[in-house]
């Protein structure tokens, strides 16, 4: 059981001294999330999720230097890439859902676009194999850098009061004010940021322990404890895991098109003019 | 008090499985008319998909919060 969890990057490396066969089944669990510390930087316990955000960090910055280092009118190579994507969060993000003052945003909407997906992809890479969006720490970050411009956006945009004004809809019976009031300030205000983070966090939980769920099955089945009637569990196991490993590639884009499309929806209606 | 009934095993995996129900018909409402509206209206499939993705997004998070709580509570 340890040597595969080894194996499918499921464990951090050095729990198991001894292997152990397993007897039965045992489905991963909330052991693959916890990693022992690599090593310590004063107090601070140095573990593979923070690791892999520092190397990804660092890929991604070079990356966009070397794309935007020395802008050509004509864009050549990498520069290419990186106008693609810049392109597309401004143009389908920025300006399709804040409108014409969207261009402002873009810096953060781009940056937040692209260390998301970046960190889930780590889910998928050999070695690294652990999407470090599944600590629920980077989203929750993340959310809360959005939380701040969003609210800060709007109270700048319309004032203290009026900002707390806008988050009413106007127009409705006056009978139902005293229940509409409550429910769209702990919508908007509490529910919001931590929606928000979660959706990305559960997501890549989720997509990891399915990942393992399946490897661990066919290893399982058709390795640590081969029998006639296992043999299908197995072969169904590496299949699925094949099919999850894809289905997971178009889930980790997904999510980070929708955290900053949230984003940008927060910020534009933060700006929107009273209604 | 004699017991009638008992369930036992994982019962929280019962409960995350009924607590899919909602977010799941909501998807299905999200993402059916969706297609309709694309199907009805193709020129204006940008504005149709980027909608139907948000709503898709938070009818998921009912289900995602579902998934989460166990962890969270325990067993």
């Known amino acids: 059981m340890t040597a595969i969890a080894l194996a499918a990057g499921a464990l951090p490396a050095g729990t198991g001294t001894h292997t152990i066969l397993a007897e039965e089944f045992h489905a991963p669990g909330l052991g693959l999330f916890e990693w022992e510390p690599l090593f310590n930087i004063g107090p601070v316990g140095v573990t593979k999720p923070m690791v892999l955000a520092v190397v990804l960090s660092g890929l991604l910055i070079a990356f966009f230097w070397a794309a935007f280092r020395r802008p050509q009118i004509v864009p050549r190579g990498v520069q290419n890439v990186g106008e693609v994507g810049y392109l597309f969060i401004r143009d389908d993000i920025a300006r399709n859902i804040i409108g014409k003052k969207g261009d402002q945003y873009v810096p953060l909407l781009f940056a937040l676009f692209f260390f998301i997906w970046t960190f889930n992809l780590a889910s998928v890479i050999p070695i690294a194999q652990f999407p470090v969006t599944s600590r629920f720490g980077y989203p929750a970050v993340l959310a809360a850098i959005v939380y701040v411009t969003w609210v800060g956006v709007g109270i700048k945009a319309h004032g203290l009061g009026g900002f707390f004004k806008a988050q009413i809809p106007t127009g409705l019976p006056k009978a139902i004010y005293p229940l509409i009031i409550p429910i769209e300030y702990a919508s908007n205000l509490i529910v919001r940021p931590f929606t928000h983070s979660v959706r990305l966090f559960a997501n890549m939980f989720a997509g990891h322990l399915l990942i393992a769920l399946f490897a661990i099955t066919a290893w399982h089945f058709l390795v640590e404890q081969p029998t006639v009637l296992g043999f299908g569990v197995g072969i169904i196991g590496v299949l699925m895991t094949i099919v999850m490993t894809a289905f997971e590639l178009l889930i980790q884009a997904l999510q980070a098109f929708i955290f900053t499309l949230l984003a940008a929806s927060y910020i534009g209606s933060a700006l929107e003019e009273a209604h | ?75």
């Open chain 2, 1 to 75: 008090m004699s017991v009638l009934a008992e369930v036992t095993g994982s019962i929280g995996s019962v409960g995350y499985g009924l607590a899919a129900i909602g977010p799941g018909i909501g998807i299905g409402i999200v993402f059916g008319l969706g297609v309709q509206a694309i199907a009805r209206q193709p020129e204006a499939y940008n504005l149709i998909f980027r909608n139907m993705i948000l709503g898709f997004a938070f009818a998921e998070a009912l289900a995602l919060i579902g998934l989460v709580m166990p962890f969270v509570y325990g067993t």
